[in-house]
T-cell receptor, first 117, second 107 residues
């Protein structure tokens, strides 16, 4: 089946630094990718929708200057957490929209655990 | 906001069928019902989806009521590895997660 690769799987950084997370669709072209964040024992919260070649659409309450999204190609979207602070510590998950023969429409990466010290 | 409602948790004995209900009373004609599950600290895994007909694949069966306002995910022979949070989602272009059902498989 389709594979979405997310890198890194975990990262620890100092407060004030920026962290970039990559999301790649390995065997299909994804015109749309989604970014989610998840706090412990909570559900996934949609942060933004990323469309190849255009600006991302952010959900209400998500700061676009804080969470920079770039979707420069049909197989790669990146999320940069700028000037990270401890409250940004979370599990970040990307997903890519594609279509396979068996009808699976959304494929998820394995997630990135971000810890900001 | 999520449009579906699910029980927060369920238990199922190993080897028995696990039946997970979901209400999606506001579903529109072109919205699918999707089921995903998430095992701790991993990305969600696709299970099955359907529009109005019942569906079956190697993982599960999906039973959708005729009025499409509710559905049931059936794991025919639950194993300990099926312990996860199961999410029922109605949607088309955007997948919005609710709180899901935490399924515990009891040995």
């Amino acid at each position: 089946g389709a594979v979405v690769s997310q890198h890194p799987s975990w990262v620890i950084c100092k407060s004030g630094t920026s962290v970039k997370i990559e999301c790649r669709s390995l065997d299909f072209q994804a015109t749309t990718m989604f970014w989610y964040r998840q706090f412990p024992k909570q559900s996934l919260m949609l942060m933004a929708t990323s469309n190849e070649g255009s600006k991302a659409t952010y959900e209400q309450g998500v700061e676009k200057d804080k969470f920079l999204i770039n979707h420069a190609s049909l197989t790669l979207s990146t999320l940069t957490v700028t000037s990270a602070h401890p409250e940004d510590s979370s599990f970040y998950i990307c997903s890519a929209s594609g279509w396979q023969g068996r009808g699976e429409k959304l494929f998820f990466g394995s997630g990135t655990q971000l810890s900001v010290l | 906001d999520a449009k579906t409602t699910q029980p927060p948790s369920m238990d199922c004995a190993e080897g028995r069928a696990a039946n997970l209900p979901c209400n999606h009373s506001t579903i529109s004609g072109n919205e699918y019902v999707y089921w995903y599950r998430q095992i701790h600290s991993q990305g969600p895994q696709y299970i099955i989806h359907g529009l109005k007909n019942n569906e079956t694949n190697e993982m599960a069966s999906l039973i959708i009521t005729e009025d499409r306002k509710s559905s049931t995910l059936i794991l025919p022979h639950a194993t300990l590895r099926d312990t996860a949070v199961y999410y029922c989602i109605q949607g088309d272009d955007k997948i919005i997660f609710g709180k899901g059902t935490r399924l515990h498989i009891l040995p």
